[in-house]
């Protein structure tokens, strides 16, 4: 698959339009690099001209920042704002909403001001701008699709309806969840519970999030975070629904459709 | 010897007042305990949340029952109030119902018809509230933090409640002028026929003493105020007024921090140097917070503001998963900490004396804090604006950075990030190989 590093583009004199963060999770976890890759045929089909940093990625500083070490994502952050704008990134776009909020409202204060997109943002633009389509008559027309918001993408920074905007035009069938959108309930990974087992209690957070997704009796479950994906996909496996039910990302819904 | 009970009325009008003062005194010196943080910028969007949200209630009603007799509660204490101001004039004056003279009969008695009307309506309200608090299972009141104290000040305020407008419909109905006027007194002339056996003396006793309880009553909820979670009366509006009001997802980055990660990536610092000339040693900040002065002081507002209403933990992930966690606890450890702190100052002239106590640990646990998910749902929920998060996110930064007191899975993957910039232990060098795995 052809991924172009941001040090190719610069040997060859060249500025892509935007550069792809591919995160922690979207680079090493078997799941999120499938993600990874279809948001990648997605920009190929659209032509878009991007490039990754490749081996000079690092991680944000967001799970450490949120596990209380300010020092080691500060050193994170300056470090990666080196980076970027020794490239003279202005545009970035991203699967990851932690990253994305990061980027986008941590970064700048300490010298990182980009154009920071989701994206599910950045794939509806696309499409306004006319450069993609999504087929509406494709496998999964009529399935239905609940999805569940990333804290970090809706709360956080409150997109609720570019996601939502891509799953209606893949000619399905949305059912919302009861608690959606501002009042969603969270997955259970943030502020770093991904990388530890959660305090005593009397249920995963996961399980209760994806008992809220099974009430919509869904075939498929959308999410826009990798880390979210995670824990459904868990979830759905703790309920023994793996037959039925998937979890997928949007972009992986949206690179089914158009076949790519 | 006629003007008695005007300068009874005045005494006891300047003591409420003076105490309630007092304390409001005391409250702003232990808000300012809290460190600096600028809420000055913005000034437009800020009195737009004040309006729209404290004001105009807006995050109230997104849960529609209860919010739809809050609303209701809201507008009766604060149209009540009118009435009030008539009170305190006829009490100092001497006069009787001083409004009807000076804005006509018709506009007065359209006014104190709808003040009973709403005295009703609040009567209903505040039986309806106290069922959910007492009768029916709404979990959000049965959890930990509500045992006890807290419960009971919440059955306080609506027992004063149906006190003050119970006094107020009597006060009109046994004041015979007005009955026989017969306007202005859509609910009080169905009162007014109990007393009818009654002598006229009898009666005008009755109305002079609930006229009196009824002042009398209010001073003293005024001043219960201070002890209890009912400062959100007062405290919405600058609370909503000084809330953060960047996206929620964003947290402060420590400017501490900035300048020691500054020095350590600068190729050309020297760690050793000493300070410069004229640059007077100082002691380094502590990092994050383990007590409330390490707050800053919109936190510590947060805390008095606090209504207790418990919208936040039941929203809280990990409380609704039986975790320690509850947000509304944090912010009620937080107040009632900040109280110890405030009288240890009283006690001791105006200086804190180490009670060797702390927020951590002596009334907020690493457990609960190491529960959240830093989901916002708290934050989001809270209908005057309050943000637990932040204090959740400062101690967590005091447990990390100044006694490395993470759980050990974090300090693994604080590890992993130092050493190969990923979470996970993976070679940094792989970090593209996704790209061709398949």
Redesign the interface.
């Known amino acids: 698959m052809n991924v172009p590093t941001m040090a190719d583009m610069m040997a060859q004199g060249k500025q892509p339009e935007v550069l792809f963060w591919v995160g922690a999770a979207g680079s090493y976890d078997d799941r999120a690099k499938k993600i990874s890759r279809a948001f990648v045929k997605i920009l190929h089909q659209a032509k878009v001209n991007f490039a990754v940093l490749g081996t000079e990625e690092s991680s944000t500083g967001d799970a450490a920042k949120r596990a209380g070490n300010e020092f080691l994502f500060q050193m994170q952050a300056m470090m990666n704002i080196e980076v970027l704008n020794g490239y003279e990134v202005k545009k970035i776009v991203t699967c990851d909403p932690h990253s994305f909020n990061t980027l986008k409202n941590e970064y700048p204060s300490l010298g990182g001001k980009y154009e920071v997109f989701h994206h599910t943002q950045f794939i509806q633009n696309l499409i306004s701008e006319g450069r993609l389509n999504i087929d509406d008559t494709s496998v999964l027309k009529g399935k239905r699709v609940t999805f569940h918001d990333p804290c970090y993408l809706g709360r956080a920074n409150k997109v609720y309806e570019s996601p939502r905007d891509l799953i209606k035009r893949l000619g399905v069938n949305l059912t919302e969840m009861k608690r959606n959108k501002a009042t969603a309930l969270c997955c259970g990974a943030g502020g770093a519970q991904m990388f530890k087992d959660a305090e005593k209690g009397d249920k995963e957070i996961n399980v209760l999030r994806t008992e809220e997704a099974l009430e919509t009796k869904p075939q498929i479950i959308a999410t826009g975070c990798p880390y979210c994906n995670t824990m459904m996909t868990d979830g759905i496996k703790f309920k023994e629904k793996e037959a039925e039910v998937v979890v997928k990302d949007i972009a992986e819904l949206i690179a089914e459709a158009n076949n790519l | 010897m006629q003007y008695i009970p005007n300068i009874i009325f005045a005494l006891a009008l300047a003591l409420g007042f003076g105490f309630f003062a007092m304390n409001i005194r005391k409250l702003s010196r232990n808000i300012k305990l809290g460190k600096d943080v600028n809420r000055k910028d913005r000034k437009p969007e800020r009195l737009k949340n004040m309006l729209m949200i404290a004001l105009g209630q807006s995050k109230m009603v997104k849960r529609p029952f209860s919010g739809f007799l809050h609303v209701i509660v809201y507008v009766g204490f604060i149209i009540i109030n009118i009435e009030v101001l008539e009170i305190i004039i006829d009490g100092l004056l001497g006069t009787h119902r001083v409004f009807q003279n000076i804005i006509g009969t018709g506009l007065y008695a359209f006014l104190i018809g709808t003040f009973e009307i709403l005295a009703v309506l609040v009567l209903i309200a505040v039986i309806l509230f106290w069922t959910r608090r007492n009768v029916v299972n709404i979990k959000r009141f049965l959890s930990k933090e509500m045992k006890g104290w807290p419960k009971k000040d919440g059955n306080y305020i609506l027992y004063f409640e149906v006190v003050l407008m119970s006094l107020f419909l009597l006060m009109n109905a046994t004041d015979i002028p007005f009955q026989q006027a017969g306007i202005g007194n859509p609910i009080s002339q169905f009162i007014a026929p109990f007393f009818k056996g009654f002598t006229p003396e009898t009666v005008y006793i009755i109305e002079r003493s609930a006229w009196w309880i009824h002042i009398l009553g209010i001073l003293t909820f005024l001043n219960y105020l201070y002890y209890s979670k009912h400062l959100h009366i007062l405290l919405a509006f600058p609370n909503t007024y000084f809330a953060n009001l960047?996206?929620?997802?964003?947290?402060t980055?420590?400017e501490s921090?900035?300048n020691?990660?500054?020095i350590?990536?600068d190729p050309d610092a020297d760690p050793y140097a000493a300070p410069a000339e004229g640059v007077e040693e100082t002691i380094p900040e502590k990092?994050?917070a383990s007590d409330v002065a390490d707050l800053n002081w919109v936190q510590l507002l947060n805390a008095y503001t606090c209504t207790e209403c418990g919208r936040c933990t039941s929203?809280c992930?990990?409380n609704?998963?039986?975790?320690?966690?509850s947000p509304r606890k944090i912010m009620m450890d937080t107040r009632d900490r900040l109280e110890e702190v405030g009288r240890n100052i009283d006690a001791n002239k105006g200086t804190f004396v180490d009670d060797g106590k702390q927020l951590l640990n002596d009334y907020i646990k690493p457990?609960e804090l190491?529960?959240?998910?830093?989901?916002?749902?708290c934050?989001?929920?809270c209908p005057v604006n309050i943000d637990p998060l932040s204090i959740i996110?400062d101690m967590?930064?005091?447990?990390?950075?100044e006694e490395s007191a993470?759980?050990q899975?974090?300090n693994?993957?604080?590890t992993n990030?130092?050493n190969n910039?990923?979470?996970?232990q993976?070679n940094?060098?792989?970090?593209?190989?996704?790209?061709?795995?398949?």
């Open positions: 960047n996206p929620l997802g964003q947290l980055n420590l921090v900035t020691e990660v500054k350590m990536m990092f994050g929203a992930p990990a609704l998963t039986g975790k320690e966690l457990e190491w529960a959240c998910t830093s989901c916002n749902a934050v989001e929920e996110m967590r930064r005091y447990l990390v950075m993470a759980p899975e974090l693994m993957m604080m990030i130092e910039g990923a979470p996970w993976y940094q060098q792989d970090r593209l190989n996704w790209a061709n795995e398949e």
